[in-house]
């Protein structure tokens, strides 16, 4: 297990910074699921004490990326096959709302988050055609996500902050996903936001997930529990 990051410069809380690098590093899989935290091993490492460690695990626990279990302390959550399926459940209902509240904002949309999603969208391709199966994974994340930043409503905004970590870790955990054809899905949403297409928006986007569940779901049987 490894979480080494410099933490303590920035203007920021310690708890944060903490639970921002440990979310990371389960995110991309550095830390295994089933791996216990050891709160002074850790404090440690990132040469604090614990009081801001034990700040930072409520927060990872809130997101369901840990639980704590009597006389074990805090171990890292195994996804299950359940845990994936509920995740696009939600997917299909949030997401899809939130591509088409983005394709109401045009072109009024946030040009900042729409600036975003066109460099997302040159770092996914660059990405694919230098076979970067984990970059691929992290600007197909970082998509989903600015397009529910780019939906203007702020308790969508809260409601999937959570949700896109997980977003996120079942990404990278099937990464061998054709990622040409989501790409590629990925630039028909944002054309269709973009030119205020709603109903298109909102279909490409109920599509694009659900035509990915089965696919995951394939990738990830026998690697990780049924639920």
């Known amino acids: 297990m490894s979480v080494t990051q410099t933490i303590g410069a920035a203007d920021r809380p310690l708890s944060t910074q903490i639970y921002e690098s440990l ?54 959550t195994h996804l299950t096959m359940r845990d994936v399926n509920d995740l696009f459940d939600i997917r299909e209902r ?76 079942v990404f990278r955990m099937t990464s061998a996903r054709d990622p040409k054809v989501a790409c590629r899905t990925h630039d028909r949403i944002f054309k269709a936001i973009r030119t205020g297409e709603v109903e298109l928006a909102e279909k490409l986007m109920f599509e694009h997930i659900a035509s990915g569940r089965q696919p995951s779901i394939d990738i990830l049987k026998g690697t990780i529990p049924d639920g």
């Open 23 to 76: 979310r990371e590093a389960i995110i991309e899989g550095r830390i295994a699921p089933g791996t216990r935290l050891r709160e002074q091993a850790l404090a440690d490492e990132f040469d604090v004490s614990r009081v801001p460690l034990r700040e930072a695990i409520p927060q990872l626990e809130a997101e369901g990326f840990v639980h704590t279990l009597p006389r074990r302390g805090t171990v890292v």
């Open 94 to 169: 949030l997401e899809v709302l939130a591509a088409r509240l983005s394709a109401q904002q045009a072109p009024q949309g946030d040009p900042a988050v729409l600036a975003q999603i066109e460099d997302c969208q040159r770092r996914a391709r660059a990405a694919l055609r230098l076979r970067s199966d984990s970059e691929v994974a992290a600007t197909g994340a970082e998509f989903h996500a600015l397009v529910v930043e780019l939906s203007g409503n702020a308790l969508l905004r809260t409601m999937m902050r959570p949700i896109n970590g997980r977003v996120r870790w």
